[in-house]
């Protein structure tokens, strides 16, 4: 029972169910057999374990913290693991009923709440068309332009034991510009590979079936180059399942009310100066407007409009709001000349503008901690006097 | 020497760091390598005919240097091109019948050979041709004079050979003017050839006349004229078809999609959200609690932009702070964008109770390890971008660059600024309680902090001069 979808005809339901049954056990990855769901209904603990590895399976993807279940090891997790993950990962998605919780580690019950379980998930997003874009195969050149669906990133192993004991800081500097090293390394791999995509698509044009595309992508044209080769049983093997690029994200570490406490702190100062500055400033402006005319109310009126709008182009540069303007998931790379305005698809020129505002927004993000930091260090530094600091030129 | 458990946590960090950035390399390598060997065949490092002007095909980085043509040769060519588009003509109306035929011949025949040096001359004309479409037919002739691979290899090489020495080139990037002049002598050197060579036999014929290049697609089955016609050097010109499987899996593939969506009538979809909110709201009552719907994730979400908010509100108050009004205007905008700010960030804070009284009342378990808040936020683009891609046109390779350019400074500077927050974190305490070599920490500190370990300060006693 996949959804519990309260249908007016029911005749019309008795049929669909079984069907529909049948149809998510096919498509769900080790998707069990629709006598578990049926198992599942009636609270059977036979259809738990199964339901524990469905959920494992659907919800891992999803996680950074897959519990080991990386593809990389080739055995699958215990059971008790499994387990754990699934719980943890339903409970930090906001999954309201604590019966979870509180099933056993063994995975021998709770087939009826798993089964709720699942259903909450398919309700609550599009899971299965998640699933699904994921295995996929990816025939165009892609790039990925929202970061979450990125995050399907094999849990990475647990942090690994240092034996190394207690480093010098020139360690860590010495990590950090081999870090900046790599990055640029990167950037120029990337810039070759986009030349060398520019080439292919510009070498291909003409050759798609599908004129809104115009030419082939690498995956297709190696496609071609290889059923020349008489490998064409193969050539749908080459198409790459796997997502072509997953930007991998830096885990943050664990926070919790700490975090909370940090904001709260650094809102409730900034409050206090804004007051701080605007109010003497609206004092004095009384004080010198007071008396004019209603001419004024209209120069003011647009004054205000004016302000408003800026505020909340700022508010839209933090917001959700602002990214949901980006179409989420990858797209497909296409090269076309004209740059029609007409047809589907998104301008690579508007994306450039996007990234360049979310830019400039880190950048300034950057800056202020490490003006923090300055700042924290100078109040640290001017604990002791005799001494001279003489910053770095260039800033 | 930092203490233990600190110096674990910084380097366990780094590493993660300088791992992802690893991984990131390898997947961009993995697809450099499968580019480079598809376009070996189209750029062949170095060609098996003899060459004058060695010209090794690099990845396109090194234009070979172009001659330009006297305007004696452009005379000329010009006369040339004209008695082919004549002849052209001529033959298109005789051999249309037969085209089908040997196409499909030619298909299995061309597959054997790869690289040859026809893709070489072929190139800049084919380059060419994608821009001339629509222009005069002289240009369009040529590249349907210049053959693919079906003529013997020979008299290809022959005929490029003397494209070289006579050219010297091939310029990587083609430009429109000199470039446009440049093929014509080549492709007119070859059309004798290919002339000839149709007269012979039907087995060496394996070019299809065209008037005009038309970059149609080289997939349908369709009209004989569509059958054939390819870009740019790319070397089986006469026939490019995906294989048969790709092609039927892709044709269903698609069909499928358009069913699903079409499926998905307004009704259908109301029916199903309605359903669906249903069944979430009686799942939330029957917990027992409330709630707010929240998750720890999208909690710990908002807490990060309430962050970054409060950053960005800060700059703009400094911003206004230190620019002085010249006008009332001005000063009374500088007094609303105060106040305004002043507004947003009560409403912050009061976001911010909220989400606390979220955390506190529905007791959250403790963040999972290793997880990004990010990272379960439903991001706004609903269900439709994951059904096909979305395309994303450019128009340069200068405009692909600078976007992925963007996009990979986008990862750094979130790793940086991760990498920021985990440093602070734990050196600045180090920092705080003074240590032996106090000094060379504070120096080592300072800059990895607020240079990025790009630049250095320098410390000076300041002795009493004696």
Redesign the interface.
Same mark, same amino acid.
């Given at each position: 029972m996949g +959804?519990?979808?309260?249908r007016v005809d029911r005749g019309a339901a008795v049929g669909a169910l079984p069907k529909a049954i049948a149809a998510l056990s096919r498509t769900l990855p080790a998707g069990p057999s629709p006598e578990i769901f049926r198992r599942a209904k009636f609270d059977r603990p036979e259809a738990a374990p199964a339901l524990w590895q469905l959920l494992f399976r659907v919800l891992s993807p999803?996680?950074?913290?897959g519990a080991s279940a990386s593809p990389a090891q080739g055995e699958p997790p215990s059971t008790e693991a499994q387990v754990r993950a699934v719980k943890?990962?339903l409970?930090?998605?906001?999954y309201?009923?604590?019966a979870l919780?509180q099933l056993p580690e063994d995975g021998s019950q709770g087939s009826r709440e798993l089964l709720?379980a699942l259903?909450?998930l398919l309700?609550?997003?599009?899971l299965l068309?998640?699933l699904l874009?994921q295995t996929r195969v990816r025939?165009?050149d892609?790039?990925p332009?929202?970061?979450?669906?990125a995050?399907a990133r094999p849990?990475?192993p647990?942090?690994?034991? !240092?034996a190394?004991?207690?480093?010098?800081?020139?360690?860590?500097?010495w990590?950090?510009?081999?870090?900046?090293f790599?990055?640029r390394?990167?950037?120029t791999?990337?810039?070759?590979?986009?030349?060398?995509?520019?080439?292919?698509h510009?070498?291909?044009?003409?050759?798609?079936?599908?004129?809104?595309?115009?030419h082939l992508s690498?995956a !297709?044209?190696?496609?071609?180059?290889d059923?020349?080769?008489?490998q064409?049983d193969t050539?749908?093997g080459t198409c790459p399942p796997e997502a072509?690029?997953p930007?991998? &994200?830096?885990?943050?570490?664990?926070?919790?009310?700490g975090?909370?406490e940090?904001?709260?702190r650094?809102?409730?100062a900034?409050?206090e100066?804004?007051?701080g500055?605007?109010e003497p400033?609206?004092a004095a402006?009384e004080a010198r407007v007071g008396g004019w005319g209603p001419e004024w109310s209209a120069?003011?009126r647009a004054?205000?409009e004016?302000?408003?709008l !800026?505020?909340a182009a700022?508010?839209r540069?933090?917001?959700?709001?602002g990214?949901?303007?980006?179409?989420?998931?990858?797209?497909?790379? &296409?090269?076309?000349?004209?740059?029609a305005s007409g047809?589907?698809?998104? +301008?690579?020129?508007q994306?450039?503008e996007v990234? +360049?505002s979310?830019?400039a927004?880190?950048?300034?993000?950057?800056c202020?901690?490490?003006r923090?930091?300055?700042q924290?260090?100078a109040r640290?530094?001017g604990a002791?006097?005799?001494?001279?600091?003489?910053?770095?030129?260039?800033? | 020497m930092l203490p233990a458990d600190c110096s674990r946590r910084l380097v366990a960090e780094l590493r993660d760091a300088l791992d992802a950035c690893a991984e990131r390399q390898r997947q961009l390598e993995r697809s450099l390598r499968v580019s480079r060997r598809l376009l070996r065949t189209w750029e062949p490092a170095e060609t098996p005919a003899p060459q004058p002007t060695p010209a090794p095909e690099t990845s396109g980085e090194a234009p070979s240097p172009e001659s330009t043509p006297s305007s004696q040769d452009l005379k000329e060519l010009e006369l040339l091109t004209q008695a082919l588009e004549k002849a052209v003509r001529v033959r298109k109306g005789i051999s249309k019948t037969g085209e089908r035929h040997k196409a499909l011949s030619l298909k299995s025949g061309s597959a054997a050979t790869s690289a040859t040096t026809a893709s070489a001359p072929s190139r800049p004309s084919g380059q060419a041709s994608c821009r001339v479409s629509e222009t005069k037919p002289p240009r369009g002739i040529q590249q349907t004079v210049v053959p693919a691979r079906g003529l013997p290899e020979s008299r290809l090489l022959s005929v490029g050979d003397r494209t070289r020495m006579g050219r010297g080139s091939r310029a990587t990037k083609p430009g429109p003017g000199p470039r446009d002049q440049q093929i014509p002598p080549s492709a007119a050197l070859q059309a004798p050839e290919a002339f000839t060579l149709k007269e012979k036999g039907a087995d060496v014929d394996c070019w299809l006349p065209q008037p005009l290049w038309k970059p149609c697609s080289g997939l349908e089955g369709g009209s004989p004229q569509s059958a054939a016609s390819l870009s740019t050097g790319f070397p089986d010109r006469i026939l490019l078809r995906l294989p048969m499987a790709y092609r039927k899996a892709a044709s269903r593939n698609s069909r499928l999609w358009a069913q699903l969506s079409s499926a998905q009538t307004s009704d259908s979809m109301d029916a199903a959200a309605t359903a669906k909110t249903q069944f979430l709201q009686k799942m939330q009552m029957t917990s027992g609690g409330p709630g707010s719907g929240l998750s720890a994730a999208a909690v710990e979400a908002e807490v990060g932009l309430l962050r970054t908010a409060c950053l960005l509100l800060r700059r703009r108050m400094e911003e206004v702070l230190s620019a002085d009004p010249a006008d009332c205007m001005q000063e009374y905008r500088c007094l609303l964008t105060l106040e305004g700010l002043q507004a947003i960030t009560e409403q912050c804070l009061h976001r911010l109770q909220e989400l606390r009284a979220a955390v506190v009342g529905r007791q959250l378990g403790p963040w999972p390890v290793g997880r990004r808040p990010g990272a379960s936020l439903p991001c706004g683009g609903g269900t439709d971008p994951l059904w096909s891609p979305q395309l994303l046109l450019y128009s340069s390779t200068q405009e692909l660059q600078t976007l992925e350019a963007l996009r990979l400074r986008l990862a750094m500077l979130d790793q940086q600024i991760h990498l920021e927050k985990v440093l602070m974190a734990e050196l600045l305490p180090l920092v705080g309680t003074q240590g032996p070599h106090w000094l060379a920490l504070c120096r080592a500190v300072h800059s990895l902090l607020c240079e990025g370990g790009e630049r250095f300060l320098t410390v000076l006693r300041d002795e009493p001069a004696d």
């Open positions: +959804r519990r979808r309260r999803l996680s950074a913290d943890s990962e409970r930090s998605q906001g309201p009923r604590r919780a709720l259903a909450w309700a609550r997003g599009p068309e998640r874009a025939l165009g892609e790039i332009l929202c970061e979450c669906e995050l849990g990475a647990v942090p690994r034991v !240092e190394d004991g207690p480093v010098d800081i020139r360690h860590l500097q990590l950090m510009g081999k870090l900046r790599q990055w390394k990167l950037i791999s990337q810039q070759e590979q986009c030349a060398l995509l520019g080439k292919i510009s070498y291909t044009r003409g050759c798609h079936s599908d004129r809104s595309l115009g690498v !297709e044209t190696e496609l071609l180059r059923a020349e080769g008489g064409q050539v749908l072509s690029q930007t991998f &994200v830096p885990r943050i570490p664990e926070r919790g009310a975090e909370w940090l904001v709260a650094e809102l409730q900034l409050q100066e804004l007051r500055a605007a400033r609206r402006w120069v003011q004054s205000r004016a302000v408003g !800026e505020l700022l508010q540069a933090w917001e959700r709001g990214a949901a303007a980006q179409p989420h998931g990858p797209c497909r790379l &296409v090269k076309s000349d004209a740059g047809g589907p698809g998104l +301008r690579a020129a994306v450039i990234l +360049r979310r830019e927004c880190l950048e300034a993000v950057l202020q901690l490490q923090q930091c300055r924290e260090l640290l530094a002791l006097p005799g001494l001279i600091w003489i910053l770095p030129p260039g800033r | -």
